[in-house]
């Protein structure tokens, strides 16, 4: 009996589930980068691929991926919750490395943005690789760089950085600052003032600004991805033995978890899960899934301090054995299903002793196995687990094991419910990937002009190899070369040099106005409320009667844009709308205007140009909000607000929706438009409740309230 004691001690901890330290722990505690927008032509390369592939949204970057933006397009990397990288036109990034305290990155050529309302720990850097000079953040701010022959660095809102020149010592970068590298084996920095806010730079702004101030925060750990678009594609619930839940919209019929989507190999995680949903990466990296009422739920568990990312949260299957004491081989077919509340994860991937132990690494809820929780009275054979989810219709996903990785599973999957002739996998999965697994079986993609791709670049980290489980092309170059690693210059007492003032100045910035008093404020940018609206009589216009937009806030920095905004006198007249049928939002009054709106006549104008909303580069990224405050019942007086429920976070503006995937104002609008018993039928209770407040006439007047 002596030589099973250890075999019987570990079979114990497992059983008995004497908490975290008895289970085996991941050691890289980092949640990648997310590819969480694109607009365009953007395209996509990791090394060992064969070539470059259409990029995808939702993938988790590794090191050494690289990413080509196109003409006329955009994308977005999500660091964690609330740090942004975006990047535009002929723009080649590169991730070189990620850590837990460290994110080094690699621009060749063209424009990127790091909009960085938080780092995601104290003591964070993000290093930026570029072909004359390498720059270090270390603080929160908004970061522009353009590298074209030479290179621009913009520090705004408070942002600080350092800059270290090709053949030259550290500098310091102070905010509101623009610093000009030039030259190449001897580059030299100056420093001028920042300049104005462009299109581009509103654009980082005003989407930011929508992004971080997202509802569904409050469910999830901070620092999980994706909290915004989990406002505009689905309902939370409160549902009995699971807290707070979250239930998709409009997904097909027969939808299951993981079943849209595909498998790619990442050089550390391996087989990672990317989803087609526009809201497809929280509840496919962190959580877990539950059915209930024949709808699929997604459960975030107790929130902890901080998440933990897993490529994705299921249980794989393969063909059972022929005999007892003969191995598993994958035959023809290879599954998975999504794990239950509580059931814990056999890794896949990670270092020897990790591999295919229970885990339940960012799971902050109770321990369940066989739909028993385990705590120091409960024995449960976790070895041997029944999968919660995989007694519901159609819940195992399957696919033949020659086509895994290779395309979207939508092409080829099946879906099954308990398959007999399948028994869970504990460990590996027996599936060798290939460089189509690389990149998900995506078609090709425009590849880099070769001189931005070949550009070498200054680094202050030496760039890690990457490896990949097959052998590849000698002749292809490794990850890393082409690098010029400089060190930081130590600074004395604490102190750092900084750039001198350049030389090639052109006009003196303005003064930027006045910041607006409070009462101006709220006016301008005043909450809607919902009311039950008296009944409306259909009013047909007189088609002398001119309907006004609402205006602009602000001048765009375009000559098109500016000659399309109203002029100071169209915007005296009071805008009209038609009433909706149901429930409109209404911005309340100022005790300075009418509760009640008459038609003005004036003589049409000839040659108005038309009102469209502007693009990323130039115009006032909040029309459609402002528009939606402006709403006003047509030709009949205004009743008191009550205000009833919460107004939905703002949405993204139609340009902004990334081709071929549907837009979140396009879904809200839908969503609106369904009656409100689907609402009702979800399992559970509404968890978005606001405050009841008091009636609009005992709310005090505008100027008063705080």
């Given at each position: 009996m002596l030589p099973f004691i250890p075999k019987l001690l570990t079979a114990a901890a497992l059983v008995l589930g004497l908490g975290q330290s008895a289970f085996a722990a991941d050691d890289n505690d980092v949640n990648p980068l997310r590819l969480s927008y694109i607009n365009g032509q953007v395209s996509f390369w990791r090394y060992g691929a064969e070539d470059w592939a259409q990029a995808h949204i939702n993938t988790p970057l590794a090191r050494g991926d690289a990413l080509y933006v196109g003409r006329d397009s955009e994308l977005e990397l999500q660091a964690e919750s609330r740090a942004f990288i975006r990047a535009d036109d002929d723009t080649q990034l590169s991730l070189v490395e990620q850590t837990p305290d460290y994110l080094q990155v690699k621009v060749t050529g063209g424009r990127v943005s790091f909009d960085l309302r938080s780092l995601p720990s104290n003591g964070y850097v993000v290093e930026v690789d570029t072909p004359n000079s390498v720059f270090t953040i270390d603080r929160p701010g908004y970061y522009r760089i353009d590298v074209n022959d030479d290179v621009h660095f913009v520090t705004r809102r408070g942002g600080h950085a350092t800059v270290i020149p090709a053949g030259g010592q550290s500098m310091s970068v102070q905010p509101s600052e623009e610093?000009?590298?030039?030259?190449?084996?001897?580059?030299?920095?100056?420093?001028?003032?920042?300049?104005?806010?462009?299109?581009?730079?509103?654009?980082?702004?005003?989407?930011?600004?929508?992004?971080?101030?997202?509802?569904?925060?409050?469910?999830?750990?901070?620092?999980?991805?994706?909290?915004?678009?989990?406002?505009?594609?689905?309902?939370?619930?409160?549902?009995?033995?699971?807290?707070?839940?979250?239930?998709?919209?409009?997904?097909?019929?027969?939808?299951?978890?993981?079943?849209?989507?595909?498998?790619?190999?990442?050089?550390?995680?391996?087989?990672?899960?990317?989803?087609?949903?526009?809201?497809?990466?929280?509840?496919?990296?962190?959580?877990?899934?539950?059915?209930?009422?024949?709808?699929?739920?997604?459960?975030?568990?107790?929130?902890?301090?901080?998440?933990?990312?897993?490529?994705?949260?299921?249980?794989?299957?393969?063909?059972?054995?022929?005999?007892?004491?003969?191995?598993?081989?994958?035959?023809?077919?290879?599954?998975?299903?999504?794990?239950?509340?509580?059931e814990p994860v056999r890794p896949w991937w990670g270092r020897p002793g990790f591999v295919g132990h229970p885990w339940w690494g960012g799971w902050n809820g109770p321990r369940v196995a066989n739909n028993t929780v385990i705590n120091q009275t409960n024995i449960v054979n976790i070895n041997q687990i029944n999968y919660a989810n995989s007694r519901f219709a159609n819940a195992v996903v399957t696919a033949p094991a020659d086509r895994f990785g290779k395309a979207d599973v939508k092409s080829f999957a099946m879906k099954k419910t308990a398959p007999r002739d399948m028994k869970p996998l504990q460990g590996a999965i027996p599936v060798q990937p290939s460089p189509t697994a690389l990149v998900a079986g995506a078609p090709k993609a425009a590849k880099p002009p070769e001189q931005i791709m070949a550009r070498p670049v200054i680094a202050v980290r030496k760039p890690p190899e990457v490896r990949v489980p097959w052998q590849i092309d000698q002749n292809r170059p490794a990850m890393g070369l082409g690098a010029r690693i400089v060190t930081p210059s130590?600074?004395?007492?604490?102190?750092?040099?900084?750039?001198?003032?350049?030389?090639?100045?052109?006009?003196?910035?303005?003064?930027?106005?006045?910041?607006?008093?409070?009462?101006?404020?709220?006016?301008n940018a005043a909450p809607m409320a919902i009311q039950q609206p008296a009944p409306i009589q259909q009013i047909t216009p007189p088609t002398d009667v001119r309907v006004v937009p609402a205006p602009h806030r602000r001048e765009s920095d375009r000559d098109e844009i500016r000659n399309s905004t109203l002029r100071p006198q169209e915007q005296t007249m009071p805008t009209i709308r038609s009433a909706p049928p149901q429930m409109q939002p209404v911005v309340p009054e100022s005790t300075e205007r009418s509760s009640s709106m008459t038609l003005q006549r004036q003589p049409q104008p000839q040659n108005v140009p038309e009102q469209r909303i502007p693009d990323r580069r130039g115009g006032d990224q909040d029309q459609r909000s402002q528009d939606q405050r402006e709403l006003r019942s047509f030709g009949t007086a205004v009743p008191p607000v009550e205000r009833r429920e919460a107004v939905p976070a703002p949405q993204p503006l139609e340009h902004q929706a990334p081709r071929g995937i549907e837009a979140p104002g396009e879904h809200s609008r839908e969503r609106s438009e369904r009656p409100e018993r689907s609402r009702q039928e979800l399992p559970g209770k509404p968890a978005n409740q606001i405050f009841r407040r008091a009636p609009q006439d005992s709310v005090p007047a505008q100027g008063n309230q705080r």
């Open positions: 610093i000009v590298v030039q030259g190449n084996e001897t580059a030299r920095a100056e420093a001028y003032v920042a300049p104005e806010l462009d299109g581009w730079d509103r654009w980082n702004y005003d989407r930011t600004n929508d992004l971080v101030d997202a509802m569904s925060e409050r469910y999830l750990p901070p620092g999980v991805a994706g909290a915004s678009e989990l406002d505009h594609y689905g309902s939370w619930r409160v549902v009995e033995d699971y807290g707070p839940v979250w239930v998709p919209d409009d997904v097909p019929s027969g939808w299951v978890p993981y079943s849209t989507g595909r498998w790619i190999w990442d050089p550390y995680y391996q087989w990672t899960w990317i989803d087609d949903s526009p809201w497809g990466w929280a509840p496919f990296h962190y959580g877990r899934w539950i059915c209930r009422n024949n709808y699929w739920m997604w459960a975030p568990g107790t929130v902890r301090a901080r998440p933990v990312y897993a490529p994705a949260l299921v249980a794989f299957y393969g063909p059972a054995p022929v005999r007892s004491g003969v191995s598993m081989t994958i035959g023809g077919t290879l599954g998975w299903v999504a794990l239950s509340w509580g130590p600074s004395s007492n604490g102190d750092m040099r900084r750039p001198q003032f350049g030389t090639q100045t052109g006009p003196e910035r303005e003064r930027a106005p006045l910041p607006p008093k409070y009462e101006r404020s709220q006016r």
